[in-house]
Antibody, heavy 118, light 107 residues
C-alpha cells in the first residue's frame, strides 16, 4: 500500500519561498508521475503540475513562473517550491500519485496546511 | 483551460435516497473524467475513473456515466458514510482541472 507524507514549514512569510517535500513509502517512486495539488476556500482544488521519476515536469501555466518541482529517487521523495508567496497561497497542500501519464490520482498524502503571514 | 462546473453545489438528502450529481465540461473531454469523495480534514479519494469505471474497493452503489461534456455521479442508495463533498476532475487536457464540489448533507 503506497503512502505519501507531506512535510515542510506550516508558516511562510510573504514574498518568501514555500518548500514542501513528499515522502513516498510502500512502493517505489520510479515509473510513476507525481503531483502537487492545493485546496483553499477561495479556489477549490488547484493542480500545480506533475513530475515523473525521470525528472520531466509539466506545470500549470497559471503558476509556472513561480513553481519548481524536483525528485530524489534515492530518497523516494519529490518536492515543491513556490516562490514569491502571498496570502492567496495559504492553503492545504497535498501530494498525490498519478495514474497513467498523470491523469487522475489514486493515492494522496494527508495534506499539510501552509499559512502565508508575516 | 477546461472549466468544470458541478451542480448542485449543495444537496440535502436522506439515507436510502438516490442521489445524482452533475459535472459539465466547457469543452469535450471524451470520457476522461474522475470522481472523488472528500470528507472533512481528509484528502480526496477516487471513486470513479474514465467516467464510469469503478475504482477497486469502492462500493457498487456508486456509479458514473456520461461522455463529451456532461457527466453524472449517482449514489443508488445513500448511506451514512456517504455524506461528504464530491468533486469531478478532467484529464483530457495536460492541464488538470477540478469541479467546484458538491456537498451532500443530511436532510
Amino acid at each position: 500500500q503506497v503512502q505519501l507524507q507531506e512535510s515542510g514549514p506550516g508558516l511562510v512569510k510573504p514574498s518568501e519561498t514555500l518548500s514542501l517535500t513528499c515522502t513516498v513509502s510502500g512502493g517505489s517512486i520510479s515509473n510513476y508521475y507525481w503531483s502537487w495539488i492545493r485546496q483553499s476556500a477561495g479556489k477549490g482544488l488547484e493542480w500545480f503540475g506533475r513530475i515523473h521519476a525521470s525528472g520531466s515536469t509539466s506545470y500549470n501555466p497559471s503558476l509556472r513562473s513561480r513553481v519548481t518541482m524536483s525528485v530524489d529517487t534515492s530518497k523516494n521523495q519529490f518536492s515543491l517550491k513556490l516562490s514569491s508567496v502571498t496570502a492567496a497561497d495559504t492553503a492545504v497542500y497535498y501530494c498525490a500519485k498519478a495514474v497513467g501519464s498523470g491523469d487522475y490520482f489514486d493515492y494522496w498524502g494527508q495534506g499539510t496546511l501552509v499559512t502565508v503571514s508575516s | 483551460d477546461i472549466q468544470m462546473t458541478q451542480s448542485p453545489s449543495t444537496l440535502s438528502a436522506s439515507v436510502g435516497d438516490r442521489v445524482t450529481i452533475t459535472c459539465r465540461a466547457s469543452q469535450s473531454i471524451s470520457s476522461w473524467l474522475a470522481w472523488y469523495q472528500q470528507k472533512p480534514g481528509k484528502a480526496p479519494k477516487v471513486l470513479i475513473y474514465k467516467a464510469s469505471s469503478l475504482e477497486s474497493g469502492v462500493p457498487s452503489r456508486f456509479s458514473g456515466s456520461g461522455s463529451g461534456t456532461e457527466f453524472t455521479l449517482t449514489i443508488s442508495s445513500l448511506q451514512p458514510d456517504d455524506f461528504a463533498t464530491y468533486y469531478c476532475q478532467q484529464y483530457n487536457s495536460y492541464l488538470l482541472t477540478f469541479g467546484g464540489g458538491t456537498k451532500v448533507e443530511i436532510k
